[in-house]
């Protein structure tokens, strides 16, 4: 509710209509289409995770079957993934909040709601003076948008589901210096693209590739791996 009025706000500035998502499931959030031109289109999912010593939870990046294997298509997107110039991340990091006992709470009454209304495109926006009644339950927000391949790990974000998992270290999300980043886009989406199905023959015996030390052995680039972090490499 507090960001979007600012996130209409953003694009009317620089000439964009927003598309939300036509299903609750589907890719992407928001979409950015250039009123000018509208094949020039940018994904936009926010993303919220929350800090836990020095490190975040972690958060899906979207899926990796379907819409991201076959590109021309338009399953769970709102637009085929290949008539996006761009995948964005708004990334919103909070601290969890220690709510005291019922006991503890003052209850106050909120002020009454400001008459005044503002347009942002076709929307009212209303603002509410003072919101003292209602605990907040996170605090000490963090913002920061990024190309989510630059963002991605090499691990799935979800065990039942075909989701990219982002890196959880906060500096690294703030950075974009996740797996991918110093590889390239290409080597994330050809990675994502195989995850899981690729075999590597390793010992004489076949290994699904879940790990991006064994993509870059069946790529015959294991000397990419000292561009990558070695917090993110699988231990072995």
Known sequence: MHLFPQIMEFAQRFGYKVVLA??????P????????????????DIKTTFRRN???????????GSYFKERNKSK????????????YCLGIVYT????????????????EIDATQSMVGYRKVTRVKK???????????DFFVAEKWKIAS???GSGNTANIGSISDIEDLKEGNGVFSSLGEKFFDEYWMNFGTAVLIKDGKPLKIK?????????????LLEKINPKYLPRN
């Open 211 to 223: 790990n991006i030390r064994d993509f870059l052995e069946f790529k015959g680039r294991l000397d």
């Open 29 to 44: 959030d928001l979409t950015f289409v250039c009123e000018e031109n509208e094949s020039i289109k940018f994904a936009v």
């Open 54 to 64: 020095g490190k975040t939870a972690g958060f899906t990046l979207g899926s990796h």
């Open 76 to 87: 769970n997107i709102q637009f085929p993934y290949n008539q996006y110039a761009a995948h």
């Open 131 to 141: 919101l003292e009644s209602i605990v907040s339950v996170i605090k000490d927000f």
């Open 22 to 27: 036509d299903k609750q499931n589907w890719y």
């Open 96 to 111: 969890r909040n220690e709510i005291p006992d019922s006991e503890q709470l003052n209850i106050y009454k909120t002020e």
């Open 154 to 156: 090499d691990k799935q």
